[in-house]
């Protein structure tokens, strides 16, 4: 490796491939702490190494009391409705991730095993206790009370993929603080499909944050690129009426995915509810997509190995190799030059969507 010092004309790419043969990988997890309904657990991550990834995992034992022994009904999405917001904060103001737990859920769909994340339930405890699925929840209730366990373990990337070390984040630098945030909601109100009769009581309710990092080379040249970062961030706008709807997406940073959630009163928009094309407006007039819905639909089931939930529908610019998430920036779409760039699409009913928006922004020196 004597001939990468003092080379400043290197590519990213040679980078990249210097910095995977000098660096050596670290997961560890943090101390739990323990988490309630309706409040925020915060964790400092340590000032070590170059940060990768942080996982989450949420457990809880939930006792479900009901006098006909009826296993109680998971709400949409559940148990991931139970978090209403998980923050990655920069020097406690510049925050790349803010998301809720669904919209983590959906994001986590999109990886190359996506189909391990769907929730496991049963209706018997034992059963759930004794899974080894990432994440699961059991239903079981009785006239004295079961103990059902709870799992949830949500991944955050905060580099591109597994392939490609841009979005690094350098922990030990002297002004850069990392911190994650997590806001729990109700059991009742956010992961039951109905409560009446029942009386849920929770215990052993813990976050843990594992962080995968990366050693710092020796050799300066090998140090990827740490001006970019990944940036994944929702809005939900409200649908009146039914029909054609117009939504102004955030410009300025360069995206890589786009997720559409479209719901109405009942939940995810079923297909066959829906008569539309999903559209892309560059500066009101160029249309570069115009995909039906039932096409856009059927793309994220190749794509993805699996049915997404209903009502979403993802523009994946970052597949163009096949692979979801390690395609090349052929696809990505620099919104840096555009006026304005617009979601527009026909809703069946009125209800709300939700964009989830996955991009890159260039750090300023």
Same mark, same amino acid.
């Given at each position: 490796m004597a001939d990468v010092q003092n080379n400043s004309k290197l590519s990213a790419a040679q980078r990249n491939q210097y910095f995977n043969q000098l660096t050596r990988q670290h997961i560890q997890a943090l101390p739990a702490k323990a988490w309630s309904e309706g409040g925020t657990v915060s964790f400092e991550i340590p000032k070590a190494r170059?940060?990768?990834?942080?996982?989450?995992?949420?457990?809880?034992?939930?006792n479900a009391t009901h006098a006909a022994a009826t296993p109680f009904d998971l709400a949409a999405n559940a148990p991931f409705s139970l978090i209403q917001k998980i923050e990655v904060n920069l020097n406690n103001g510049f925050s790349p991730y803010v998301l809720s737990g669904v919209d983590a859920y959906f994001m986590n769909l999109l990886g190359v095993n996506g189909h391990m994340v769907p929730v496991v339930s049963n209706d018997t405890a034992a059963t759930i206790t004794a899974s080894r699925a990432k994440n699961k929840i059991?239903?079981?209730?009785?006239a004295g009370g079961t103990d059902n366990i709870m799992q949830m373990v949500i991944d955050l990337p905060l580099t591109l993929n597994d392939r490609d070390p841009a979005g690094l984040i350098l922990?030990?630098?002297?002004?850069?603080?990392?911190?994650?945030?997590?806001?729990?909601?109700t059991f009742i109100t956010d992961v039951m499909a109905a409560?009446?009769?029942y009386t849920?009581?929770?215990?052993?309710?813990?976050?843990?944050?594992?962080?995968?990092?990366?050693?710092?080379?020796?050799?300066?040249?090998?140090?990827?690129?740490? @001006?970019?970062?990944?940036?994944?961030?929702?809005?939900?706008?409200?649908?009146?009426?039914?029909?054609q709807q117009t939504i102004s997406l955030p410009t300025g940073n360069m995206y890589r995915k786009l997720?559409?959630?479209? @719901?109405?009163?009942?939940?995810g928009e079923a297909d066959s509810d829906l008569s539309t094309n999903f559209d892309i407006l560059f500066n009101t007039a160029d249309r570069p997509y115009s995909v039906p819905h039932w096409?856009?639909?059927?793309?994220?089931?190749?794509?993805?190995g699996q049915i997404l939930p209903n009502g979403l529908f993802v523009f994946d610019f970052s597949r163009n190799a096949g692979i979801p998430n390690y395609g090349s920036a052929r696809?990505?779409?620099?919104?840096?030059?555009?006026?304005?760039?617009?979601?527009?699409?026909?809703?069946?009913?009125?209800?709300s969507v939700k964009y989830i928006y996955e991009t890159i922004s260039v750090l300023k020196g």
């Amino acid at each position: 490796m004597a001939d990468v010092q003092n080379n400043s004309k290197l590519s990213a790419a040679q980078r990249n491939q210097y910095f995977n043969q000098l660096t050596r990988q670290h997961i560890q997890a943090l101390p739990a702490k323990a988490w309630s309904e309706g409040g925020t657990v915060s964790f400092e991550i340590p000032k070590a190494r170059l940060l990768s990834k942080i996982k989450l995992l949420v457990n809880a034992t939930v006792n479900a009391t009901h006098a006909a022994a009826t296993p109680f009904d998971l709400a949409a999405n559940a148990p991931f409705s139970l978090i209403q917001k998980i923050e990655v904060n920069l020097n406690n103001g510049f925050s790349p991730y803010v998301l809720s737990g669904v919209d983590a859920y959906f994001m986590n769909l999109l990886g190359v095993n996506g189909h391990m994340v769907p929730v496991v339930s049963n209706d018997t405890a034992a059963t759930i206790t004794a899974s080894r699925a990432k994440n699961k929840i059991g239903l079981e209730a009785a006239a004295g009370g079961t103990d059902n366990i709870m799992q949830m373990v949500i991944d955050l990337p905060l580099t591109l993929n597994d392939r490609d070390p841009a979005g690094l984040i350098l922990l030990q630098a002297n002004d850069v603080l990392v911190n994650i945030n997590v806001t729990m909601g109700t059991f009742i109100t956010d992961v039951m499909a109905a409560a009446l009769g029942y009386t849920i009581v929770l215990s052993n309710c813990t976050i843990t944050p594992i962080i995968e990092t990366y050693s710092i080379p020796s050799i300066q040249d090998a140090m990827p690129d740490l @001006s970019l970062i990944k940036l994944v961030h929702s809005r939900t706008e409200t649908i009146s009426a039914a029909g054609q709807q117009t939504i102004s997406l955030p410009t300025g940073n360069m995206y890589r995915k786009l997720l559409v959630f479209v @719901s109405d009163a009942t939940g995810g928009e079923a297909d066959s509810d829906l008569s539309t094309n999903f559209d892309i407006l560059f500066n009101t007039a160029d249309r570069p997509y115009s995909v039906p819905h039932w096409v856009l639909s059927e793309m994220n089931q190749q794509d993805y190995g699996q049915i997404l939930p209903n009502g979403l529908f993802v523009f994946d610019f970052s597949r163009n190799a096949g692979i979801p998430n390690y395609g090349s920036a052929r696809d990505y779409i620099d919104t840096a030059q555009l006026t304005e760039m617009q979601l527009q699409f026909n809703a069946a009913a009125a209800g709300s969507v939700k964009y989830i928006y996955e991009t890159i922004s260039v750090l300023k020196g």
